[in-house]
């Protein structure tokens, strides 16, 4: 009964027609009705549609499916195209009760190839390191190249350490991807066992750490010891922005962000981006991408979000929040029950 009644709730909900706004933290359904399963996610802009990766929890916690992707031509409506990366195509470690998370797509223009990175863990997560997946189309099949932890380096290794860093490299949990403007991509991702931020410069395919890898010229210690994670970047007048979270689990807290006029930096500490009501919480979600908005003129960006439901992780919510770069380089995020992109040629213009 209690099936039937959120079925006919969820079909009511696209009985309604085509979505033309974004209620964060509401139930989104994809074109089929059915709850959107793309955790962790982030977005692709390609040949005119977005494409939409993230865990997909359906059956709950840990990698039990694979990296689902949808697409869209508004942000608005999505349809769920395929399970781009299956659960049995990565090794046996991050199936079932493995891990494999915050999966980001890049095209890459002189491979033409996609290229999938994730973080994969085992179930204890001291794993913690990244998997690299290609595709020759957005929606997969992805075929799982390898498992690598991109970056070795002596940062003053802990006595004891289950994730091995001496011998195996540092450490790679909460991660994202970045295209710069001129063409070369970079791996933001929570290391040191997730004591300071990583920001590493691909190589010309994407698949790996630009070798040799240098310090401070192919890659940075970011964030020094301060325990940050769900690294979101992006970029505006030539100055990098990064919002991340603390380190909690899947329970929310503060968001941060910081600046810098070079990748690799100094990154600025600029405090809290989040205004209002809960904003202790970063509205209970953790980033996870942030989106330059289509049509919105320069400095226009979406904040995307999880709102993790850590008892049944497969009903966790999304929270997707407008804002624009000020005069002065600063963001502000607002809680909004509903908006959609006009939002930009009113309010944020
Ligand atoms: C969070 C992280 C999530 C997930 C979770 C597991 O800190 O951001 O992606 O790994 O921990 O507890």
Request: glycine share 8%; with cysteine.
């Amino acid at each position: 009964m209690k099936i039937l009644v959120s079925l006919l709730a969820v079909s009511a909900l696209w009985a309604a027609g085509p979505r033309r706004e974004f209620t964060p933290g509401e139930v989104w359904p994809d074109t089929d009705g059915n709850p959107i399963q793309a955790h962790g996610g982030g977005l692709l802009r390609h040949k005119g549609r977005w494409y939409w990766y993230g865990e997909d929890k359906a059956l709950g916690n840990f990698n039990r499916t694979g990296v689902a992707v949808y697409s869209s031509k508004d942000l608005y409506n999505w349809k769920r195209e395929a399970i781009a990366l299956r659960k049995d195509d990565v090794p046996e470690l991050f199936r079932d009760h493995g891990v494999c998370e915050r999966p980001k797509v890049l095209y890459n223009r002189k491979t033409r190839k996609f290229v999938m990175w994730m973080h994969l863990d085992d179930r204890g997560y001291a794993e913690a390191s990244a998997g690299v997946a290609v595709s020759d189309s957005p929606t997969g099949p992805f075929r799982f190249l390898h498992q690598i932890r991109p970056i070795h380096y002596d940062f003053g290794y802990p006595e004891k350490d289950r994730t091995n860093q001496r011998e195996r490299g540092s450490t790679y949990r909460d991660m994202n991807l970045f295209l710069d403007d001129d063409g070369r991509a970079y791996a933001f991702y929570a290391s040191e066992d997730n004591w300071t931020m990583y920001v590493v410069r691909l190589n010309a395919e994407f698949t790996g750490p630009e070798a040799p890898a240098v310090l401070g010229r192919t890659w940075a210690r970011i964030l020094v010891r301060q325990m940050r994670e769900a690294p979101a970047p992006f970029k505006h007048k030539g100055r990098y922005y990064l919002i991340t979270s603390g380190c909690t689990g899947w329970n929310p807290n503060r968001a941060g962000y910081a600046v810098a006029g070079n990748i690799l930096g100094p990154w600025t500490d600029m405090g809290d981006p989040s205004a209002g009501p809960e904003a202790e919480t970063t509205f209970r979600s953790q980033s996870t991408f942030v989106l330059p908005a289509p049509g919105a003129g320069k400095g226009a960006f979406i904040f995307m979000a999880d709102r993790w439901m850590p008892k049944s992780l497969q009903d966790s919510r999304y929270v997707w929040l407008p804002f624009r770069v000020d005069a002065a380089g600063r963001i502000e995020l607002k809680w909004r029950t509903r908006w959609d992109l006009n939002i930009f040629k009113s309010e944020l213009k």
